[in-house]
C-alpha cells in the first residue's frame, strides 16, 4: 500500500478516537495536519487523475471532509463548516460514478440547507434545493429542512420551535437552537 | 489550405444526381456563391443570409445531394472532402462511386475557402441530426470544432456559431452534456479573445443552457454575472438568453426581475417558435403568482397554448381562490408535469401564497372573525390549529398583507376598514408603473430597429459633400473678387 496512504489512515484513526472522545482540541490540530496530506493526492478534486489507488483515496477524504463538517457544528464555527462543506461537495456530485454513495450524505446535505436557513440566505437554500433528486427529497433529513423553511415562510413559528423535538440527526440541535433564536428574536 | 491550391474541383457534379434532385442542389449552389462572395468581400451579412436560406432546404436534404454538393465545393480527393464525405451514411455507395467516376475529368479551379469547408461541416451535421444519427453527428461535431478552433476569420463566426449550436444539440441529445462543458468554456474564451460578440453570446447561452439542464444555478449565476455583455446580434440568442435569466432569477428569489426578463423572452420570441413561448410563459404564470398577481384569463387562452398551460390554469385557480385543499389536489393530479417542467420546487413555495390569498380573503369577508375559525377555513391540518393561525396571521400582518389587528385575550382577528382606495395614492401609483412601462417598451422597440450598415453615414456626406463644394465655390468668388478690388 502507498506509504502517503497509510499515513493519512493511521492519522484519521487518531483523529477518530478524539473525536469520540470529544477531544475537540486535538481533532482541530490533526484535521488541518491530514488536510494539508489530502493535497498530496493526485486522484482529488479538481484533478481527478485515475490512479491506481483512487477509489479508497476518494473515500478516506470524503469520510475526512464528512467528519470535519461534524466537528465545526461541534466546535459551533459557522463559518469553517462553510468552508468544509464545500471542499465536500464535489465528492458528492463530480465523484458520485466513482465511488459508493456515503450514507453520511443525507444528513450532512440536510445539515447545510438548516445552516442557509439559520443565516437567512433563502436564495441559496432554494438554489441548494434545486440540485436534489425527489429520492433525496423524501429523505427525513431533508424533508425536515423543507418542511421548517416552509413554515418559517408561513410564519406557523410555534410548528418552528416544535420541531426541536424531531430532529432526525443529533448535530441538528445546534442549528435549530440558532433558529429558535432567531424566531423568538422576530416574534418579539 | 494551401495545399488545397493544387487540388481541382469537378467541373460538374454528375448528372444523375442533379437530375433527381435538380432544385435542391441549385439552390445549394447558390448559397455557395452567396458565401463566396461575402467571404471575399468581407461581409457578415450575405452570410447571415446563407444560412437562413440553408433552414429552409433542411427538409429537402439527401445523402446523395450532400454528396453532390461536397463534390461541387470540395476538391474530392482532397484531405478535407474526404474527411467530410466519411461522415455521410453509407447506403448509397453506388451513387457515391458515380460521383467520383465523374469528377475523373477535371478541370483546374481555385482553391476552396475556408468559409466553404465549414459551411460544408454544418451542411453534413444538419442533415445526420435531422437522420437522427447521434452518434455519427457527435464525431462531425467534434471534427469540425477541432477545425473552428484553428480558423480566425470574422467572415467564418455567423457559421460557427450555427456549428457550436448543433454540437451541443447533439450531445444534449445523446444525453451527454456535462462532457462537452469543459470544451464550451474553452470556445467561450476564444471567442473572447477574438473579438467575436456572436460565438460569445451562443457560447453563453449554450453554456447556461448546460448548467440548468443539471440544475447548477449557482454555476450558472456566477458564469452569467461574469461574462461580458454587449449590445444583443441576434434576437433568438437574446431570447433564450432572457429565459435562462428568468430561470435564475426566479429560483435566487428575485421574483420581479425574473418576471420582467421571462416576459421579454416570451414577447421577443418569434411567433413560431411555440415551444419556447410555451415555456416562457409557464414560468412567467408561476412567478407572477410567487409574486402575488393572478395573471389573467387571456394569458391561458392563447392560440396553440391553451392545452399546455392547463395545469397551470387550474393552480392558478386554485391560488386565487385560496383553497388549500384544491391546491393540493390540483398539485398532485398534474405532478407529472410539474416534474418534467422542473417547475415543481417552485409550487411547492407558491403554498405560502395560497394561505395569503386565504387570509386576505378572509380578512375583507369578516370585520371580526375567531382564530379557530380562521384555522377552520384555511384548512390548515396541524395538531395545533389556533396557534398555527394566530402565528400566521401575525406574519401576515407584519409584512402588511392583510390590513387587522389581532385580539390575544379573545383569540379574534379584527379587520380594519377599508378605506376609499381612490383617496389614497394608489391609483397614481399604478399609473405610474402602467405609463414607465409603455415608455420603457417604446424606447426598447426604437433601440431595436435595424439600419443597414453606413447608408445613413454616407447619405450624409453626400450632403456635406455638396455643402462644402459649395462653400468653396464661394470662396473662390470671393477671393477672386477680392482681387479685382484689389486691381
Same mark, same amino acid.
Request: glycine letters at 2%; hydrophobic letters at 40%.
Given at each position: ?22 477531544d475537540? &482540541? ?6 488541518? #495536519? *491530514? /488536510?494539508?496530506l489530502? @493535497?498530496?493526492? !493526485?486522484?482529488?478534486? +479538481? ?20 467528519h ?8 459551533e464555527?459557522? &463559518? ?6 464545500? #471542499? *465536500? /461537495?464535489?465528492?458528492? @456530485?463530480?465523484? !458520485?460514478?466513482?465511488? +459508493? ?22 436564495a ?6 434545486e ?11 431533508? /424533508?425536515?429542512a ?43 | ?12 457534379p ?19 456563391s452567396?458565401?463566396e ?20 432546404l ?13 463534390n461541387f ?40 475557402l ?13 442533415f ?6 447521434y ?24 457559421l ?37 460578440e ?5 457560447l ?16 450558472a ?17 437574446f ?10 432569477r ?29 415555456q ?9 403568482l ?19 398551460l ?28 410539474f ?55 401575525s ?7 392583510i ?7 379573545n383569540?379574534?382577528?379584527v ?5 376609499d ?11 405610474d ?9 417604446h ?13 445613413h ?7 456635406k ?23
Open positions: 500500500m502507498d506509504p502517503k496512504l497509510t499515513e493519512v489512515s493511521q492519522l484519521f484513526e487518531r483523529f477518530k478516537a478524539a473525536f469520540v472522545r470529544k475537540f &482540541d486535538t481533532c482541530t490540530n490533526l484535521l488541518s #495536519q *491530514l /488536510k494539508v489530502l @493535497t498530496g493526492f !493526485r486522484s482529488l478534486p +479538481p484533478l481527478f487523475e485515475d490512479t491506481p489507488n483512487a477509489v479508497h483515496e476518494l473515500t478516506i477524504a470524503r469520510d475526512i471532509y464528512e470535519a463538517v461534524v466537528l465545526s457544528v461541534k466546535i464555527d459557522q &463559518d469553517a463548516f462553510e468552508r468544509d462543506f464545500f #471542499q *465536500l /461537495k464535489p465528492y458528492y @456530485t463530480d465523484a !458520485r460514478n466513482r465511488i +459508493p454513495p456515503s450514507p453520511q450524505e443525507y444528513p450532512i446535505l440536510g445539515l447545510n440547507l438548516l445552516r442557509l436557513l439559520v443565516q437567512n440566505r433563502i441559496e437554500f432554494h438554489t441548494e434545493l440540485l436534489l433528486s425527489s429520492t433525496a427529497l423524501e429523505n427525513p433529513c431533508i /424533508k425536515h423543507v418542511e421548517l423553511e416552509q413554515s418559517f415562510m408561513e410564519g406557523a413559528y410555534n410548528r418552528v420551535l416544535s420541531a426541536r423535538q424531531t430532529v432526525p440527526h443529533e448535530t441538528y440541535v445546534y442549528f435549530m437552537d440558532l433558529l429558535a433564536k432567531t424566531v423568538r428574536y422576530g416574534y418579539s | 489550405m494551401t495545399q488545397d491550391v493544387a487540388m481541382k474541383e469537378p467541373q460538374a454528375s448528372n444523375s444526381v442533379s437530375s433527381s434532385s435538380p432544385s435542391t442542389l441549385h439552390h445549394l449552389k447558390e448559397i455557395v452567396l458565401i462572395t461575402g467571404a471575399y468581400a468581407r461581409e457578415v451579412r450575405r452570410i447571415v443570409r446563407a444560412v437562413r436560406l440553408t433552414m429552409a433542411r427538409r429537402k436534404l439527401k445523402s446523395s445531394v450532400i454528396s453532390a454538393f461536397l465545393t470540395l476538391s474530392p480527393g482532397s484531405e478535407v472532402h474526404t474527411r467530410i464525405s466519411s461522415y455521410l451514411p453509407k447506403d448509397d455507395e453506388h451513387e457515391m462511386d458515380v460521383d467520383t467516376a465523374t469528377s475523373a475529368t477535371q478541370a483546374p479551379v481555385k482553391h476552396s475556408p468559409e466553404l469547408e465549414i459551411y460544408s461541416y454544418l451542411l453534413v451535421l444538419i445526420l441530426i435531422d437522420q437522427k444519427k452518434n455519427e453527428a457527435k464525431v462531425c461535431a467534434s471534427a469540425s470544432i477541432a477545425r473552428l478552433k484553428n480558423l480566425n476569420r470574422r467572415t467564418i463566426d455567423v460557427a456559431s450555427r456549428l457550436y449550436f448543433y454540437y451541443s444539440l447533439t450531445y444534449e441529445l445523446t444525453g451527454e452534456l456535462a462532457e462537452i462543458r469543459g470544451t464550451l468554456l474553452a470556445l467561450h474564451r476564444i471567442a473572447t479573445l477574438r473579438h467575436d456572436l460565438g460569445q453570446e451562443t453563453l447561452n449554450l453554456l447556461l443552457r448546460n448548467y440548468l439542464h443539471y440544475n447548477l444555478y449557482d454555476q449565476e456566477k458564469l452569467r454575472s461574469k461574462a461580458p455583455r454587449f449590445e444583443a446580434h441576434s434576437n433568438q440568442q431570447c433564450r438568453y432572457l429565459f435562462y435569466l428568468g430561470k435564475i426566479t429560483i435566487q428569489l428575485e421574483y420581479t426581475d425574473a418576471k420582467e426578463s421571462l416576459l421579454q423572452a416570451a414577447r421577443k420570441a418569434p411567433i413560431a417558435a411555440l415551444g419556447f413561448r410555451v416562457c410563459i409557464k414560468w412567467a404564470i408561476i412567478v407572477r410567487l409574486l402575488g398577481e393572478i395573471p389573467e384569463r387571456t394569458v391561458f387562452m392563447q392560440k396553440g397554448m391553451e392545452k399546455a392547463r395545469p397551470y390554469f387550474e393552480l392558478t385557480n386554485a391560488v386565487r381562490i385560496g383553497d388549500l385543499e384544491l391546491f393540493r389536489s390540483v398539485a398532485d393530479k398534474f405532478s407529472n408535469t416534474n418534467s417542467d422542473r417547475t415543481h420546487n417552485l409550487i411547492v413555495r407558491l403554498r405560502h401564497n395560497v394561505i395569503r390569498t386565504g387570509l386576505r380573503n378572509i380578512s375583507i369577508s369578516y370585520s371580526r372573525i375567531s382564530l379557530a375559525d380562521v384555522a377552520k377555513k384555511l384548512r390548515l391540518d396541524s395538531p395545533n390549529p389556533v396557534a398555527d393561525a394566530e402565528s400566521i396571521v406574519k401576515a400582518i407584519r409584512d402588511g398583507a390590513d387587522a389587528t389581532l385580539d390575544h385575550k383569540g379574534w382577528m379587520s380594519k376598514e377599508t378605506g382606495i381612490y383617496s389614497t395614492n394608489e391609483p397614481q401609483t399604478a399609473f408603473t402602467r405609463i414607465a412601462f409603455c415608455l420603457n417598451l424606447n426598447e422597440a426604437v433601440r431595436a430597429l435595424r439600419f443597414p450598415p453606413n447608408s453615414k454616407e447619405k450624409e456626406s453626400a450632403e459633400r455638396r455643402e462644402r463644394q459649395q462653400q468653396e465655390q464661394e470662396l473662390a468668388k470671393h477671393i477672386a473678387e477680392e482681387d479685382d478690388d484689389d486691381f
